[in-house]
């Protein structure tokens, strides 16, 4: 006779989620501190070491706590045990948060360190109200503008969007086929980095990296340093009053989540306007998966617009081909890129 398996409750789970900002913040503080990137420099580093270099007052106990926590979590590797622990970064650390590479992707913890910390303690604020949580709220001013007239902020705010992205415009670039194609807009293109990625896999493309006159610099720079000036130029101008520029690729990374549903139709007309027969958008988003219950990241991100733009979301593919549909695009397909990210395209 089977014997039928009875789960038992457990608080685990509940517990683990509602004290979820603690593993955080241990992250958030040792990206703060730099201490990745000083483990990339110097590996193996006793708690000695890393209480010097990292300026540290609190005892050794609270420091193998500090460190131990990282460990457990994944993001250090650890030799010995206490007095004879020994910390190294993991790959992924070593890679992504070493402030020396140039596949550092920091920025957004740092954004989220010194900003977005405080605007999701609102998220019950943003849902009882349906309105924006940031500082923002009280100058009228929009996020971008308050980014934007702040330089150093609106620096670690570009370093933070090309972070998190960078990863899915490498993929982009290499797993869309872009043999059929010449151009490529990037509207909203920031500091350059998807028209380098897209030029730099595929020598045949020139591409264009579009935005407001703030990111000329930024732009150039990322040019300058992969060496791509034959391939990709820098425009500046506002695609709402402007319009873009006639290319048979237009992209647009983490643009169509800043706004309304309408105003998100709108851009995709904006697009579809600059594209020849044949041509294609494409949008590179934390799209969210069509039952709404496996893309916890694109949900949560969504969350994030809420309370820091008011009126964005995320979306899921349905949504972006209905959209599609009404700029008059013909059809529509989904491309997983990196982690929970997708290329959402449209085929003019």
């Known amino acids: 006779m089977q014997t039928e398996t009875v789960t038992k409750p457990s608080p685990a789970a509940i517990l683990q989620m509602g004290t979820g900002?603690?593993?955080?913040?241990?992250?958030?503080?040792?990206?703060?501190?730099?201490?990745?990137?000083?483990?990339?420099?110097?590996p193996n580093q006793t708690v000695k070491d890393i209480k010097s270099n990292l300026d540290l007052k609190c005892t050794d106990r609270n420091t193998y706590d500090f460190l131990d926590c990282l460990s457990a979590l994944g993001f250090l590797n650890r030799e010995g045990l206490l007095e004879t622990s020994r910390y190294s970064n993991t790959i992924d650390t070593g890679i992504f948060l070493d402030k020396a590479k140039p596949s550092y992707i920091?920025?957004?913890?740092?954004?989220?360190?010194?900003?977005?910390?405080?605007?999701?303690?609102?998220?019950?604020?943003g849902l009882k109200t349906g309105l924006i949580q940031h500082d923002v709220k009280n100058n009228g001013e929009?996020?971008?503008?308050?980014?934007?007239?702040?330089?150093?902020?609106?620096?670690?705010?570009?370093?933070?969007?090309?972070?998190?992205?960078?990863?899915?415009?490498?993929?982009?670039?290499?797993?869309?086929?872009?043999?059929?194609?010449?151009?490529?807009?990037?509207?909203?293109?920031?500091a350059g980095v998807l028209s380098v990625m897209v030029a730099k896999n595929n020598p045949h493309m020139n591409c264009t990296t579009f935005d407001l006159p703030a990111l000329k610099s930024m732009a150039t720079e990322t040019i300058q340093k992969f060496k791509m000036a034959d391939h990709v130029k820098v425009m500046n101008g506002d695609f709402f009053k402007d319009g873009l520029p006639k290319a048979?690729?237009?992209?647009?990374?983490?643009?169509?989540?800043?706004?309304?549903?309408?105003?998100?139709?709108?851009?995709?007309?904006?697009?579809?306007?600059?594209?020849?027969?044949?041509?294609?958008?494409?949008?590179?988003?934390?799209?969210?998966?069509?039952?709404r219950k496996e893309n916890v990241f694109g949900l949560m991100m969504s969350l994030n617009m809420l309370i820091e733009t008011g009126d964005g979301f995320n979306y899921t593919f349905d949504d972006f081909s209905?959209?599609?549909?009404k700029a008059g695009f013909s059809s529509t397909e989904l491309m997983p890129l990196a982690g929970p990210a997708s290329a959402a395209i449209a085929y003019k």
């Open 21 to 42: 900002f603690w593993a955080s913040k241990v992250l958030l503080t040792a990206v703060e501190f730099e201490l990745f990137t000083q483990l990339e420099k110097h």
């Open 106 to 125: 920091g920025g957004i913890l740092e954004m989220q360190n010194e900003q977005g910390w405080n605007v999701w303690a609102k998220l019950d604020q």
């Open 142 to 190: 929009t996020i971008f503008d308050f980014i934007s007239n702040n330089p150093e902020m609106f620096k670690k705010f570009v370093d933070g969007m090309t972070g998190v992205q960078m990863g899915n415009f490498i993929a982009l670039a290499q797993q869309f086929d872009f043999s059929n194609y010449k151009t490529l807009v990037d509207a909203g293109g920031s």
């Open 248 to 291: 048979d690729i237009v992209t647009m990374g983490n643009v169509l989540h800043d706004w309304d549903e309408e105003t998100k139709i709108k851009l995709m007309k904006i697009a579809y306007d600059a594209l020849p027969k044949g041509g294609v958008f494409i949008a590179i988003e934390h799209v969210i998966d069509n039952e």
């Open 322 to 325: 209905k959209w599609a549909k």
